[in-house]
């Protein structure tokens, strides 16, 4: 560790010992930030090394045996292409389902580790619901439940939160909660997916990716905690979005937004004019004007100390150019992509 020392003396000439006393002080200062800077090295790598891999390898144990992860769909209807989950489907005010019967049958585990095998799921009328996105939730009984409301997912409880808001606990052992107003409760339902309401209409549907919590092949779940503070690098899993909604990512670096860079990537879902299946992209605009009230496609970035949050403009439309293809001509929607946020230290 380096540090300044505030006075310099030449041989010959006196010291005064005011400025002796704040040599001293600096010196003492930075012995102190250096014992606390290593006993908090000390306690990260005690925490990677030993409970929270403990907790890794039972995960991962878990899933190698059954597929199955937690708090997701772990396997259900796929669309044609054989990789796009497939579950949603809408008429005007009607929300079905497209499992059992000419569908397969859908898996899903909650965030405790339990498993459910469903085959079907009763129509939801939602005509008369308030003008909204709706998160969907499914319990292992079957009940389908719709929250107008934030979905949290973090290693630590987030604040400013809502009635009915969601947070799912990402830091080992797994568990998830709903705010009853008051505080948090434990909560055993299952996101599968959004949908949109306007006046009484579905507007849009978001299908729930199939396995795809926080335990990925880059095995985040096991550096919550240690790949934040020793290696200053935060990633989220891939995710969708909804027009016109809010998503927040805690890194937890406790820094200066000026010190850290964070940034939003896309990956192509399918082949859609100049863009193939695969590609990753990144926009670079912030929003598109239209003449109309669901042109406003753009995406934008708050930063706080320990957070990222993306503000979705209210368009389908993830972009309306085709790299100097068709101009116009071609079009990627929201539902095309999928997003990724990875925030970085600014060592510089």
């Known amino acids: 560790m380096s540090f300044n020392i505030p006075n310099t003396f030449v041989a ?3 010291a005064r010992a005011d400025e002796v006393n704040e040599n001293f002080a600096s010196l003492e200062d930075a012995v102190n930030k250096s014992n606390q800077a290593l006993a908090q090295v000390k306690e990260d790598l005690s925490y990677v090394t030993n409970d929270l891999l403990d ?5 991962a144990e878990m899933v190698l045996k059954s597929g199955k992860s937690k708090f997701c769909i772990n396997s259900s209807n796929l669309s044609e292409d054989g990789d796009s989950p497939d579950i949603l489907s809408a008429n005007q005010g009607i929300l079905s389902f497209k499992i059992g019967g000419e569908y397969p049958i859908m898996i ?37 439940e719709l929250l107008n409301t934030k979905v949290y997912r973090s290693p630590k409880a987030p604040t400013g ?21 008051v505080s948090w409760i434990n909560y055993e339902a299952i996101p599968i997916g959004a949908i ?12 729930g990716e199939f396995n795809t919590q926080y335990l990925d092949a880059d095995c985040r779940c ?27 990512f805690e890194h937890n670096f406790n820094k ?4 850290y860079r964070a940034r939003i990537v896309c990956k192509v879902k399918e082949d859609r004019g100049n863009f ?4 990753i992209i990144e926009s670079l605009y912030s929003n598109y004007a239209g003449n109309e009230a669901s042109t406003e496609m753009g995406i934008l970035l708050k930063f706080d100390e320990n957070t990222v949050t993306i503000g979705i403009g209210n368009g389908i439309y993830h972009c309306m150019n085709d790299l100097g293809g068709n101009g116009y001509g071609n079009t990627v929607t929201r539902a095309l992509v999928s997003y990724k946020v990875i925030v970085t230290e600014d060592v510089n």
Request: hydrophobic share 35%; charged share 25%.
């Open 276 to 279: 193939k299946k695969g590609d």
């Open 256 to 259: 200066d937004p000026l010190h």
């Open 12 to 14: 010959g000439t006196k």
């Open 55 to 59: 907790d890794f390898v039972a995960e």
């Open 108 to 144: 899903a585990t909650n965030a405790y580790g339990d498993s459910e095998t469903f085959e079907g799921l009763d129509d939801i009328d939602v005509s008369g619901y308030p003008d909204g996105t709706y998160n969907i939730f499914l319990d292992l009984s079957g009940n389908v």
């Open 196 to 207: 949109t309401v306007a006046s009484g209409q579905i507007t849009q549907f978001l299908n």
């Open 222 to 248: 096991v550096t919550q905690k240690g790949r934040e503070n020793l290696s200053k690098r935060y990633e989220t899993s891939w995710f969708q979005v909804m027009p016109k909604n809010v998503y927040t």
């Open 161 to 181: 939160m809502l009635l009915d808001d969601v947070w799912l606990c990402t830091l080992e052992p797994w568990a998830a909660y709903k705010y009853n107003g």
